[in-house]
């Protein structure tokens, strides 16, 4: 099983609504991941999490706000979007250890932002 | 600055034809190389590639790295409607978790 899932599949939000993105995957993969797809663009690292904790964030502003409650889930909170933000959010996972391993990617949540 | 550069950005082709995607790279720590296909959502994983000069193969898909050259390709032979999307190359670097993508190769398979 290499499934990743992510809820909603769309979100709509205004600017000043607040909104979370829901990750989950069974795989025991201990590092998940948030990226960032604009239309025509490739997709741009966003956080890393490995083994619960944060590890990399990719000078993302505030108004994004990752969680990892366990190490099956991750949440990206929203709070005070703009426009701009408007793009499919993807959670991808990872075994745990050095590596190099594979990113299994779910299949996102398409955000606009009002 | 980290570079991924793939070639061309899009191709269109019959069915039947074979096709080969470049991908080219200048990463400092490079770890390995990825293969994913896109269509409408998730990245879909195809290979990776750690070692130069071994070739991973999957049914119709075939691909290699050269690590002293700093590029892979990616084959398709007797392509399928199917087989349209856009096939992204990505690089794993430094502690392996950054996976910085290619602007994609738009492959196009017309009946």
């Known amino acids: 099983d290499t499934e990743v899932t992510q809820t909603p599949k769309h979100l709509v939000m205004g600017m000043t609504n607040k909104k979370s993105l829901k990750c989950e995957q069974h795989?025991?993969?201990?590092?998940m991941y948030w990226y960032k797809q604009k239309a025509k663009k490739p997709p741009e690292l966003m956080f890393v999490?490995?083994?619960?904790?944060?590890?990399i964030n990719e000078s993302v502003p505030s108004r994004f706000s990752p969680e990892c409650p366990n190490s099956s889930l991750l949440n990206l909170h929203l709070h005070a979007l703009q426009p701009e933000d408007s793009a499919l959010y993807l959670c991808?996972?990872?075994?745990?250890?050095?590596?190099?391993?594979?990113?299994?990617f779910g299949p996102g949540t398409r955000l606009t932002v009002t | 600055e980290d570079k991924v550069v793939q070639s061309p950005l899009s191709l269109v082709v019959h069915e039947g034809d074979t096709v080969t995607l470049n991908c080219s790279y200048e990463?400092?720590?490079?770890?390995?190389l990825l293969w994913y296909k896109q269509e409408k959502k998730a990245p879909t994983f195809l290979f990776m590639l750690?070692?130069?000069?071994i070739e991973k193969k999957s049914g119709r898909l075939s691909s290699i790295l050269d690590k002293k050259e700093l590029f892979s390709i990616l084959n398709i032979t007797a392509t399928q409607t199917g087989d349209s999307a856009v096939y992204l190359c990505?690089?794993?670097?430094?502690?392996?978790?950054?996976?910085?993508f290619g602007s994609g190769t738009q492959l196009t398979v017309l009946p």
């Open positions: 991808a996972s990872s075994r745990p250890g050095q590596g190099p391993y594979e990113q299994y």
């Open positions: 795989m025991g993969h201990r590092a």
């Open positions: 999490y490995s083994y619960e904790k944060l590890s």
């Open positions: 990463v400092t720590n490079f770890r390995s």
């Open positions: 750690t070692s130069s000069g």
């Open positions: 990505a690089v794993l670097k430094g502690s392996a978790r950054q996976l910085t």
